[in-house]
Protein backbone atom coordinates (compact mmCIF):
# COMPACT_ATOMS: atom_id res chain seq x y z
CA UNK A 1 0.00 0.00 0.00
CA UNK A 2 1.47 3.42 -1.02
CA UNK A 3 1.17 6.53 0.97
CA UNK A 4 -2.05 8.25 0.47
CA UNK A 5 -0.12 11.65 0.73
CA UNK A 6 3.10 10.92 -1.21
CA UNK A 7 1.86 8.32 -3.31
CA UNK A 8 5.66 7.58 -3.52
CA UNK A 9 6.72 6.14 -0.38
CA UNK A 10 4.93 2.97 1.25
CA UNK A 11 2.24 3.63 4.09
CA UNK A 12 4.07 2.15 7.06
CA UNK A 13 1.44 4.07 9.57
CA UNK A 14 -2.28 3.21 9.30
CA UNK A 15 -4.73 5.39 11.37
CA UNK A 16 -8.13 5.10 12.22
CA UNK A 17 -9.46 8.64 13.39
CA UNK A 18 -12.48 9.27 14.86
CA UNK A 19 -13.62 13.01 14.95
CA UNK A 20 -16.75 14.25 16.38
CA UNK A 21 -18.38 10.69 15.72
CA UNK A 22 -16.52 10.42 11.88
CA UNK A 23 -14.56 7.87 10.79
CA UNK A 24 -11.69 8.41 8.67
CA UNK A 25 -9.06 5.90 7.49
CA UNK A 26 -5.63 7.01 7.23
CA UNK A 27 -2.84 4.87 5.48
CA UNK A 28 0.79 6.80 5.65
CA UNK A 29 4.32 7.46 5.47
CA UNK A 30 6.00 8.27 8.29
CA UNK A 31 7.75 11.30 6.66
CA UNK A 32 4.21 12.52 5.52
CA UNK A 33 2.92 12.00 8.80
CA UNK A 34 5.49 13.80 10.61
CA UNK A 35 4.65 16.78 7.40
CA UNK A 36 1.16 17.17 8.23
CA UNK A 37 1.87 17.04 12.15
CA UNK A 38 -0.66 13.68 12.38
CA UNK A 39 -1.02 12.29 15.38
CA UNK A 40 1.74 9.26 15.71
CA UNK A 41 1.22 6.66 18.20
CA UNK A 42 3.90 7.18 20.51
CA UNK A 43 4.60 10.45 20.37
CA UNK A 44 0.90 12.04 21.77
CA UNK A 45 1.50 14.86 24.42
CA UNK A 46 1.10 13.18 27.86
CA UNK A 47 2.03 10.12 26.75
CA UNK A 48 5.38 10.55 28.81
CA UNK A 49 6.81 7.47 28.55
CA UNK A 50 7.66 7.53 25.30
CA UNK A 51 8.68 10.88 24.52
CA UNK A 52 10.99 10.30 27.13
CA UNK A 53 12.62 7.14 25.25
CA UNK A 54 12.48 8.89 22.26
CA UNK A 55 14.68 11.25 23.99
CA UNK A 56 17.01 8.32 25.01
CA UNK A 57 17.62 6.94 21.77
CA UNK A 58 17.96 9.78 19.50
CA UNK A 59 20.69 10.65 22.22
CA UNK A 60 22.15 6.74 21.96
CA UNK A 61 22.17 8.31 17.91
CA UNK A 62 24.04 11.16 18.22
CA UNK A 63 26.34 9.91 21.02
CA UNK A 64 27.56 6.88 19.43
CA UNK A 65 30.75 8.23 17.12
CA UNK A 66 30.75 11.75 16.66
CA UNK A 67 30.05 12.81 13.36
CA UNK A 68 30.58 9.85 11.71
CA UNK A 69 26.35 8.60 11.11
CA UNK A 70 25.53 4.69 11.90
CA UNK A 71 24.60 2.85 9.11
CA UNK A 72 21.13 2.94 7.96
CA UNK A 73 19.89 -0.53 9.72
CA UNK A 74 16.83 -1.50 8.33
CA UNK A 75 14.12 -4.47 9.97
CA UNK A 76 13.91 -6.76 6.48
CA UNK A 77 10.62 -7.99 7.96
CA UNK A 78 8.55 -4.70 8.34
CA UNK A 79 10.84 -2.32 6.96
CA UNK A 80 11.28 -0.26 10.09
CA UNK A 81 14.33 1.71 10.04
CA UNK A 82 16.46 2.31 13.33
CA UNK A 83 15.71 5.91 13.06
CA UNK A 84 12.44 5.33 12.50
CA UNK A 85 12.42 3.25 15.81
CA UNK A 86 14.41 6.15 17.42
CA UNK A 87 11.84 9.06 16.48
CA UNK A 88 8.67 6.55 17.36
CA UNK A 89 9.73 4.77 20.20
CA UNK A 90 8.04 1.64 19.43
CA UNK A 91 9.32 -1.81 16.87
CA UNK A 92 7.10 -2.52 14.25
CA UNK A 93 7.36 -6.35 14.46
CA UNK A 94 9.43 -8.77 16.77
CA UNK A 95 11.61 -9.43 14.32
CA UNK A 96 12.99 -5.77 14.49
CA UNK A 97 14.94 -6.85 17.95
CA UNK A 98 16.88 -9.57 15.96
CA UNK A 99 18.36 -6.44 13.27
CA UNK A 100 18.40 -4.02 15.95
CA UNK A 101 20.66 -6.58 17.39
CA UNK A 102 23.16 -4.76 19.81
CA UNK A 103 22.49 -1.60 19.36
CA UNK A 104 19.53 -2.10 21.62
CA UNK A 105 21.44 -3.35 24.66
CA UNK A 106 22.36 0.67 25.56
CA UNK A 107 18.58 1.80 25.87
CA UNK A 108 17.38 -1.41 27.42
CA UNK A 109 20.33 -1.30 29.91
CA UNK A 110 19.27 2.11 30.34
CA UNK A 111 14.95 1.35 30.60
CA UNK A 112 15.46 -1.81 32.72
CA UNK A 113 18.74 -1.35 33.94
CA UNK A 114 19.25 -5.22 32.15
CA UNK A 115 19.09 -6.86 28.68
CA UNK A 116 18.67 -10.65 29.46
CA UNK A 117 15.46 -11.55 30.47
CA UNK A 118 14.99 -14.19 32.96
CA UNK A 119 11.22 -14.63 33.97
CA UNK A 120 8.33 -17.35 32.24
CA UNK A 121 9.87 -18.86 29.26
CA UNK A 122 6.37 -20.23 26.71
CA UNK A 123 6.33 -23.91 26.76
CA UNK A 124 5.93 -23.99 23.18
CA UNK A 125 9.37 -22.05 22.52
CA UNK A 126 11.13 -23.27 25.77
CA UNK A 127 12.04 -26.48 26.11
CA UNK A 128 15.77 -25.40 24.58
CA UNK A 129 15.81 -21.58 26.63
CA UNK A 130 15.18 -23.98 29.70
CA UNK A 131 18.02 -26.66 28.72
CA UNK A 132 20.02 -23.82 28.16
CA UNK A 133 19.73 -22.16 31.09
CA UNK A 134 20.33 -25.28 33.35
CA UNK A 135 23.70 -25.63 31.36
CA UNK A 136 24.64 -22.34 32.24
CA UNK A 137 23.91 -22.96 35.86
CA UNK A 138 25.64 -25.93 36.23
CA UNK A 139 28.84 -24.31 34.27
CA UNK A 140 28.95 -22.02 36.94
CA UNK A 141 28.41 -24.61 39.91
CA UNK A 142 31.08 -26.67 37.71
CA UNK A 143 33.91 -22.98 38.24
CA UNK A 144 33.19 -23.47 41.96
CA UNK A 145 33.81 -26.98 42.33
CA UNK A 146 37.15 -26.90 40.06
CA UNK A 147 38.04 -23.50 42.40
CA UNK A 148 37.44 -25.65 45.84
CA UNK A 149 39.36 -28.66 43.92
CA UNK A 150 36.19 -30.64 44.43
CA UNK A 151 37.31 -32.53 40.95
CA UNK A 152 35.12 -35.45 41.42
CA UNK A 153 31.76 -33.67 41.42
CA UNK A 154 33.02 -31.45 39.41
CA UNK A 155 33.37 -33.90 36.41
CA UNK A 156 29.93 -35.45 37.53
CA UNK A 157 28.46 -31.75 36.67
CA UNK A 158 30.90 -32.23 33.72
CA UNK A 159 29.16 -35.34 32.35
CA UNK A 160 25.54 -33.95 33.29
CA UNK A 161 26.03 -31.11 31.20
CA UNK A 162 27.67 -32.73 28.15
CA UNK A 163 24.35 -34.76 28.47
CA UNK A 164 22.23 -31.86 28.34
CA UNK A 165 24.25 -30.26 25.40
CA UNK A 166 23.82 -33.24 23.19
CA UNK A 167 19.83 -33.13 23.98
CA UNK A 168 19.86 -29.64 22.80
CA UNK A 169 21.24 -31.29 19.41
CA UNK A 170 24.88 -31.27 20.22
CA UNK A 171 26.51 -27.76 20.42
CA UNK B 1 -16.16 -4.63 40.68
CA UNK B 2 -17.90 -4.60 44.06
CA UNK B 3 -16.83 -7.25 46.32
CA UNK B 4 -13.81 -6.55 48.87
CA UNK B 5 -11.06 -7.92 48.71
CA UNK B 6 -8.09 -8.27 52.07
CA UNK B 7 -6.81 -5.04 52.87
CA UNK B 8 -9.48 -2.96 51.32
CA UNK B 9 -9.34 -0.53 53.83
CA UNK B 10 -6.24 0.72 51.47
CA UNK B 11 -6.04 -1.20 48.77
CA UNK B 12 -9.01 -0.97 46.09
CA UNK B 13 -7.55 -3.56 43.70
CA UNK B 14 -4.88 -5.16 42.37
CA UNK B 15 -4.42 -5.77 38.75
CA UNK B 16 -1.84 -7.97 36.66
CA UNK B 17 -1.35 -7.09 32.37
CA UNK B 18 0.63 -8.98 30.21
CA UNK B 19 1.22 -7.84 26.84
CA UNK B 20 1.93 -10.88 24.43
CA UNK B 21 2.55 -10.54 20.61
CA UNK B 22 1.97 -13.67 18.08
CA UNK B 23 5.17 -14.60 16.04
CA UNK B 24 5.17 -13.88 12.29
CA UNK B 25 3.20 -10.56 12.34
CA UNK B 26 3.92 -6.84 12.64
CA UNK B 27 2.61 -5.25 15.74
CA UNK B 28 -0.90 -3.43 15.49
CA UNK B 29 0.35 -0.15 15.16
CA UNK B 30 1.91 -0.85 11.70
CA UNK B 31 -0.05 -4.12 10.82
CA UNK B 32 -2.56 -3.48 7.41
CA UNK B 33 -6.08 -3.92 8.18
CA UNK B 34 -5.73 -7.59 6.39
CA UNK B 35 -3.27 -8.14 8.66
CA UNK B 36 -4.43 -6.92 12.15
CA UNK B 37 -8.04 -8.28 10.98
CA UNK B 38 -6.22 -11.81 10.79
CA UNK B 39 -4.70 -11.53 14.04
CA UNK B 40 -7.91 -10.98 16.02
CA UNK B 41 -10.15 -13.87 14.20
CA UNK B 42 -7.13 -16.17 15.26
CA UNK B 43 -7.14 -14.77 19.01
CA UNK B 44 -10.91 -14.47 19.19
CA UNK B 45 -10.91 -18.22 17.85
CA UNK B 46 -9.13 -19.18 20.73
CA UNK B 47 -11.81 -18.06 23.18
CA UNK B 48 -15.10 -18.65 20.97
CA UNK B 49 -14.18 -22.22 20.98
CA UNK B 50 -14.37 -22.57 24.53
CA UNK B 51 -10.63 -23.09 24.72
CA UNK B 52 -10.32 -21.18 27.67
CA UNK B 53 -12.58 -23.13 29.25
CA UNK B 54 -12.21 -22.84 33.39
CA UNK B 55 -13.11 -19.07 32.80
CA UNK B 56 -17.02 -19.93 31.96
CA UNK B 57 -18.87 -18.09 29.78
CA UNK B 58 -16.95 -15.38 27.88
CA UNK B 59 -18.69 -12.34 26.06
CA UNK B 60 -16.76 -11.14 22.84
CA UNK B 61 -16.75 -7.55 21.94
CA UNK B 62 -15.69 -6.54 18.35
CA UNK B 63 -14.79 -2.57 19.51
CA UNK B 64 -16.19 -1.49 15.75
CA UNK B 65 -19.16 -2.77 16.76
CA UNK B 66 -19.90 -0.20 19.44
CA UNK B 67 -20.60 3.30 20.16
CA UNK B 68 -18.17 6.07 21.13
CA UNK B 69 -19.76 6.07 23.89
CA UNK B 70 -19.86 2.24 24.80
CA UNK B 71 -16.28 2.62 24.83
CA UNK B 72 -15.92 5.30 26.95
CA UNK B 73 -17.86 2.92 29.32
CA UNK B 74 -15.10 0.12 29.21
CA UNK B 75 -12.64 2.30 29.54
CA UNK B 76 -14.42 3.89 33.11
CA UNK B 77 -14.88 0.21 34.25
CA UNK B 78 -10.84 -0.52 33.61
CA UNK B 79 -11.78 -3.20 30.86
CA UNK B 80 -9.72 -1.14 27.96
CA UNK B 81 -7.42 1.26 27.45
CA UNK B 82 -8.30 4.26 26.26
CA UNK B 83 -5.76 3.79 23.44
CA UNK B 84 -7.87 0.87 22.45
CA UNK B 85 -10.82 2.65 22.66
CA UNK B 86 -9.45 5.46 20.11
CA UNK B 87 -7.72 3.40 17.66
CA UNK B 88 -10.38 0.65 17.57
CA UNK B 89 -9.26 -1.22 14.27
CA UNK B 90 -10.00 -4.67 14.48
CA UNK B 91 -9.40 -4.14 18.01
CA UNK B 92 -11.78 -6.56 20.12
CA UNK B 93 -12.47 -7.30 23.89
CA UNK B 94 -12.71 -11.15 25.45
CA UNK B 95 -14.52 -10.58 29.03
CA UNK B 96 -15.74 -12.92 31.25
CA UNK B 97 -18.99 -12.64 33.30
CA UNK B 98 -17.14 -11.32 36.90
CA UNK B 99 -15.61 -8.72 34.51
CA UNK B 100 -12.60 -9.25 36.51
CA UNK B 101 -10.72 -10.99 33.14
CA UNK B 102 -10.50 -8.90 30.31
CA UNK B 103 -8.04 -9.40 27.51
CA UNK B 104 -7.79 -6.72 25.01
CA UNK B 105 -7.00 -7.64 21.05
CA UNK B 106 -4.93 -5.14 18.81
CA UNK B 107 -4.05 -2.62 21.64
CA UNK B 108 -0.71 -1.76 21.39
CA UNK B 109 0.33 -5.48 21.57
CA UNK B 110 -1.60 -8.19 19.79
CA UNK B 111 -2.63 -9.47 23.16
CA UNK B 112 -3.02 -8.02 26.29
CA UNK B 113 -4.48 -10.25 29.30
CA UNK B 114 -5.69 -7.97 32.31
CA UNK B 115 -6.86 -10.04 35.42
CA UNK B 116 -8.04 -7.97 38.58
CA UNK B 117 -8.97 -8.42 41.95
CA UNK B 118 -10.46 -7.08 44.55
CA UNK B 119 -8.44 -5.30 47.82
CA UNK B 120 -4.68 -6.61 47.70
CA UNK B 121 -4.84 -9.78 45.97
CA UNK B 122 -1.56 -9.22 43.26
CA UNK B 123 -0.07 -12.58 43.58
CA UNK B 124 -3.27 -14.34 42.72
CA UNK B 125 -4.02 -11.87 39.97
CA UNK B 126 -0.83 -13.24 38.58
CA UNK B 127 -1.78 -16.86 39.00
CA UNK B 128 -5.02 -16.24 36.91
CA UNK B 129 -3.28 -13.70 34.21
CA UNK B 130 -0.73 -16.95 33.79
CA UNK B 131 -3.02 -20.16 33.58
CA UNK B 132 -5.30 -17.37 30.69
CA UNK B 133 -1.67 -16.90 29.00
CA UNK B 134 -0.55 -20.70 29.05
CA UNK B 135 -4.33 -21.31 27.29
CA UNK B 136 -3.31 -18.52 24.90
CA UNK B 137 0.52 -20.05 24.59
CA UNK B 138 -1.15 -23.81 23.76
CA UNK B 139 -3.09 -22.54 20.64
CA UNK B 140 -0.66 -20.29 19.29
CA UNK B 141 3.15 -19.31 18.77
CA UNK B 142 4.20 -16.25 20.96
CA UNK B 143 6.48 -13.82 19.28
CA UNK B 144 9.24 -15.44 22.34
CA UNK B 145 13.88 -14.74 22.14
CA UNK B 146 15.98 -15.90 24.32
CA UNK B 147 17.64 -13.18 25.30
CA UNK B 148 14.68 -10.46 24.98
CA UNK B 149 12.09 -12.64 26.60
CA UNK B 150 8.37 -11.50 25.22
CA UNK B 151 8.66 -9.43 22.26
CA UNK B 152 6.73 -6.18 23.03
CA UNK B 153 5.85 -2.96 20.37
CA UNK B 154 7.36 -0.66 23.15
CA UNK B 155 10.61 -1.50 24.78
CA UNK B 156 9.29 -0.67 28.08
CA UNK B 157 7.62 -3.86 27.99
CA UNK B 158 9.78 -6.13 26.80
CA UNK B 159 11.10 -9.30 28.82
CA UNK B 160 7.89 -9.98 31.51
CA UNK B 161 5.31 -8.18 29.17
CA UNK B 162 4.38 -7.88 33.01
CA UNK B 163 2.19 -4.79 34.43
CA UNK B 164 1.24 -5.16 38.21
CA UNK B 165 -0.56 -2.82 39.62
CA UNK B 166 -2.11 -1.74 42.87
CA UNK B 167 -4.67 0.57 43.36
CA UNK B 168 -4.28 2.40 46.12
CA UNK B 169 -6.82 5.00 48.88
CA UNK B 170 -4.34 7.08 50.61
CA UNK B 171 -6.50 10.31 51.57
CA UNK B 172 -4.33 10.20 55.56
CA UNK B 173 -0.75 10.42 53.32
CA UNK B 174 -2.35 13.63 51.45
CA UNK B 175 -3.91 15.25 54.07
CA UNK B 176 -0.86 14.89 56.36
CA UNK B 177 1.62 16.15 53.61
CA UNK B 178 3.58 12.77 53.26
CA UNK B 179 2.37 11.67 50.35
CA UNK B 180 5.16 13.74 47.88
CA UNK B 181 8.08 12.36 50.13
CA UNK B 182 6.59 8.68 49.71
CA UNK B 183 6.06 8.71 46.40
CA UNK B 184 9.30 9.57 45.57
CA UNK B 185 10.71 6.98 47.36
CA UNK B 186 8.52 4.25 45.55
CA UNK B 187 9.59 5.69 42.47
CA UNK B 188 13.46 5.23 43.64
CA UNK B 189 12.68 1.26 43.75
CA UNK B 190 11.55 1.18 40.22
CA UNK B 191 8.23 1.74 40.61
CA UNK B 192 5.49 4.17 38.73
CA UNK B 193 2.77 5.99 40.56
CA UNK B 194 -0.36 7.70 39.00
CA UNK B 195 -3.57 8.46 39.24
CA UNK B 196 -6.95 7.07 38.91
CA UNK B 197 -7.11 7.78 34.74
CA UNK B 198 -4.13 6.74 33.73
CA UNK B 199 -1.10 8.72 32.20
CA UNK B 200 -0.36 12.48 33.19
CA UNK B 201 -4.04 13.23 34.97
CA UNK B 202 -3.95 14.11 38.64
CA UNK B 203 -5.12 11.90 41.29
CA UNK B 204 -8.36 12.51 41.74
CA UNK B 205 -10.02 11.08 44.82
CA UNK B 206 -6.80 10.42 46.55
CA UNK B 207 -6.60 7.02 44.45
CA UNK B 208 -3.32 6.26 43.37
CA UNK B 209 -2.06 3.40 41.33
CA UNK B 210 1.19 1.93 41.84
CA UNK B 211 3.15 -0.03 39.23
CA UNK B 212 6.49 -2.20 38.16
CA UNK B 213 8.65 0.24 35.67
CA UNK B 214 10.80 -2.47 34.90
CA UNK B 215 9.61 -5.56 32.69
CA UNK B 216 13.50 -6.85 31.64
CA UNK B 217 16.01 -8.50 34.07
CA UNK B 218 13.70 -9.45 37.08
CA UNK B 219 11.18 -12.67 37.22
CA UNK B 220 7.20 -12.09 36.98
CA UNK B 221 7.70 -13.09 40.81
CA UNK B 222 10.64 -11.13 41.54
CA UNK B 223 8.52 -8.29 40.25
CA UNK B 224 5.37 -9.05 42.11
CA UNK B 225 7.17 -9.29 45.13
CA UNK B 226 9.22 -5.96 45.01
CA UNK B 227 5.47 -4.43 44.56
CA UNK B 228 4.07 -6.36 47.22
CA UNK B 229 6.15 -5.14 49.53
CA UNK B 230 6.15 -1.42 48.62
CA UNK B 231 2.52 -1.24 48.64
CA UNK B 232 2.50 -3.04 51.74
CA UNK B 233 4.70 -0.57 53.25
CA UNK B 234 2.25 2.35 51.88
CA UNK B 235 -0.53 0.82 52.88
CA UNK B 236 1.08 0.83 56.98
CA UNK B 237 2.10 4.07 56.37
CA UNK B 238 -1.63 4.82 55.50
CA UNK B 239 -2.66 3.49 58.27
CA UNK B 240 -0.57 5.13 60.83
CA UNK B 241 -1.18 8.30 59.19
CA UNK B 242 -5.12 7.11 59.45
CA UNK B 243 -5.07 7.06 63.44
CA UNK B 244 -2.85 9.43 63.91
CA UNK B 245 -5.28 11.77 62.28
CA UNK B 246 -7.80 10.71 64.98
CA UNK B 247 -5.80 10.78 67.66
CA UNK B 248 -4.36 14.00 67.50
CA UNK B 249 -7.18 16.14 65.63
CA UNK B 250 -10.43 14.03 65.61
CA UNK B 251 -12.69 16.49 65.52
CA UNK B 252 -11.70 18.15 62.09
CA UNK B 253 -11.09 14.83 60.71
CA UNK B 254 -14.90 13.76 61.92
CA UNK B 255 -15.94 17.36 60.54
CA UNK B 256 -14.63 16.93 57.27
CA UNK B 257 -16.01 13.41 56.97
CA UNK B 258 -19.22 14.20 57.80
CA UNK B 259 -19.53 17.24 55.63
CA UNK B 260 -18.82 15.80 52.54
CA UNK B 261 -21.14 12.71 53.56
CA UNK B 262 -23.83 15.56 54.07
CA UNK B 263 -23.40 17.33 50.64
CA UNK B 264 -23.21 14.05 48.82
CA UNK B 265 -26.62 13.06 50.68
CA UNK B 266 -28.24 16.52 49.96
CA UNK B 267 -26.59 18.46 47.09
CA UNK B 268 -28.29 18.85 44.11
CA UNK B 269 -25.42 19.46 41.90
CA UNK B 270 -22.26 17.46 41.91
CA UNK B 271 -19.03 17.80 38.72
CA UNK B 272 -17.35 14.36 39.10
CA UNK B 273 -14.23 16.28 40.84
CA UNK B 274 -16.17 17.20 43.81
CA UNK B 275 -17.49 13.68 43.65
CA UNK B 276 -14.49 11.68 43.69
CA UNK B 277 -13.25 14.20 46.90
CA UNK B 278 -16.40 13.60 48.44
CA UNK B 279 -16.39 10.05 48.51
CA UNK B 280 -12.82 9.64 49.31
CA UNK B 281 -13.99 11.97 52.33
CA UNK B 282 -16.58 9.40 53.23
CA UNK B 283 -14.81 6.39 52.35
CA UNK B 284 -12.12 7.59 54.95
CA UNK B 285 -14.92 8.15 57.22
CA UNK B 286 -16.06 4.41 56.98
CA UNK B 287 -12.70 3.15 57.68
CA UNK B 288 -12.01 5.49 60.28
CA UNK B 289 -15.42 3.98 61.96
CA UNK B 290 -17.14 7.16 61.95
CA UNK B 291 -19.45 6.55 59.62
CA UNK B 292 -21.20 3.15 60.22
CA UNK B 293 -23.81 3.72 58.10
CA UNK B 294 -22.20 3.80 54.76
CA UNK B 295 -21.71 0.50 53.27
CA UNK B 296 -18.39 0.17 51.69
CA UNK B 297 -19.67 -1.45 48.32
CA UNK B 298 -22.05 1.48 47.48
CA UNK B 299 -18.94 3.87 47.66
CA UNK B 300 -17.41 1.16 45.29
CA UNK B 301 -20.49 1.37 42.87
CA UNK B 302 -20.48 4.96 42.73
CA UNK B 303 -16.48 5.09 41.91
CA UNK B 304 -17.56 3.95 38.69
CA UNK B 305 -21.46 4.71 37.88
CA UNK B 306 -20.69 8.14 38.69
CA UNK B 307 -18.23 8.53 35.63
CA UNK B 308 -19.02 11.08 32.66
CA UNK B 309 -19.46 8.28 30.73
CA UNK B 310 -21.40 5.50 32.91
CA UNK B 311 -24.02 8.43 33.52
CA UNK B 312 -24.87 9.13 30.20
CA UNK B 313 -25.01 5.35 29.41
CA UNK B 314 -27.75 5.12 32.29
CA UNK B 315 -29.77 7.69 31.61
CA UNK B 316 -29.44 8.68 28.12
CA UNK B 317 -26.54 10.16 25.66
CA UNK B 318 -27.86 13.16 25.25
CA UNK B 319 -26.98 14.83 28.99
CA UNK B 320 -24.80 18.16 28.46
CA UNK B 321 -22.30 18.80 31.67
CA UNK B 322 -25.14 20.85 33.74
CA UNK B 323 -27.60 17.69 33.71
CA UNK B 324 -24.84 15.62 34.17
CA UNK B 325 -24.03 17.44 37.28
CA UNK B 326 -27.53 16.98 38.60
CA UNK B 327 -27.87 13.63 37.65
CA UNK B 328 -25.19 12.25 39.22
CA UNK B 329 -26.29 14.55 42.44
CA UNK B 330 -29.25 12.15 42.72
CA UNK B 331 -27.70 8.93 41.62
CA UNK B 332 -25.43 9.23 44.89
CA UNK B 333 -27.98 11.03 47.05
CA UNK B 334 -30.29 7.80 46.23
CA UNK B 335 -27.46 5.06 46.62
CA UNK B 336 -26.72 6.55 49.81
CA UNK B 337 -29.85 7.01 50.87
CA UNK B 338 -30.42 3.10 50.28
CA UNK B 339 -27.44 2.07 52.05
CA UNK B 340 -27.54 4.00 55.17
ZN1 LIG C 1 4.12 9.88 2.07
ZN1 LIG D 1 10.43 -5.22 12.19
Known amino acids: MLCQECGKRPATLHFTKILNGEKTELHICESCARDKGEFIPGTQSGF??????????????????????????RCDSCGMTYSQF???????????????????????????GNTTHVGKVPKRAGGKVKTKREIDRLKQEMQGRIENE?????????????????????? | ????????????????????????????????????????????????????????????I???ELTELEKLVLVEKHLISPNLAN?????????????DVSVMVNEEDHLRIQCMRPGFQIREAWETASLIDDVFEEQIDYAFDEKHGFLTSCPTNVGTGIRASVMMHLPALVLTGQINRILSAVTQVGLAVRGLYGEGSEATGNLFQVSNQITLGQSEEEIIENLHQVARQMLEHERAARSKLLSDSRARIEDRVRRSFGILSHAAIMDSKEASQRLSDVRLGVHLGLLPQVNV???????VSTQPGFLQMTYGEALHPEQRDMTRADLIRDRLAISS
Open chain 2, 87 to 99: ESRNGALILDQKE
Open chain 2, 1 to 60: MQTEGPESDVVLSSRIRLARNLRGSPFPMLATPAQSQAVMEQLLDVAENGRLNGLGPLEI
Open chain 2, 297 to 303: KTLNELL
Open chain 1, 86 to 112: SKIGRFGCSDCYKHFGERLDPLLKRVH
Open chain 1, 150 to 171: DFESAAQLRDRIRELEKEMGGI
Open chain 2, 62 to 64: RLS
Open chain 1, 48 to 73: SIHNLLSGLLDFEQHAGTGASKPPAV
